[in-house]
């Protein structure tokens, strides 16, 4: 069966990969996928946290460009993650996974609130842990969160899981079939060449914690398959 290579990671699933092919919402059979890949996963004894967007039912950033007060968009973008973490949390436990949903905005009625300790011992016992709510704050994305609790659960690897696309590219694919393909990158690189992976904070948080991340498509089995170490998507790190 072969054995993982990583013992504790962090998914970070976008919005828009919940989504599926609708684009908005969130799809039934792509969140049926995403908790076997995970109860897959948890087979193979590795600790599974998982950072989750809302872009499938709010972005607060273009609320914001549009005239609204982005504090106020932003704490509603917070809202749309914990509804998606709710919505994963219900398919894991239909799974027979075990897991719990913290946020950094309290809401005591339907999670917790986002302990730290309290999060790597779910984590010790084999329970699957969901960050919703963002970092709390406004103007931080959830890739930023994502290597943020990273870093304090000193997680080895981001999982970067596309919807869309299945690496790192120098342009959208979508738009340009001919756009270079990177196998392997640097934190620098990213940050310089403007690739879009995710934000400057979340990157520079990534370098300076020496937290790899993996890009990759979130097709079936590709979570087994980056975690069992095969080469798939991009790999960043370093400096």
Known sequence: MGQAVYKRVVLKLSGEALAGQQGF??????????????KEVIDFKVEVAIVVGGGNIWRGAQAGKKGMDRATADYMGMLATVINALA???????????????TAL???QVAEPYIRRRALRHLEKGRVVIFAGGTGN?????????????AEIEAEVILLAKGKVDAVYSEDPL?????????????????????????????????????KLIVFGLNLGNIKKVIMGENIGTMIKGG
């Open 138 to 150: 406004p103007y931080f994305s959830t890739d930023t969160t994502a290597a943020l609790r990273a």
């Open 175 to 211: 738009i340009n079939p001919a756009a270079k393909r990177f196998s392997e990158l640097n934190y620098i690189e990213v940050i310089n060449q403007g690739l879009g992976v995710m934000d400057s904070t979340a990157a520079s948080l990534c370098m300076d914690n020496k937290i």
């Open 25 to 38: 919402g969130i799809d039934q059979e792509v969140l049926e996928s995403i908790a076997l890949q995970i």
């Open 106 to 108: 309290e809401m005591k």
């Open 88 to 102: 994963l949390q219900d398919a894991l436990e239909r799974h027979e996974v075990d897991s719990r949903v913290q």
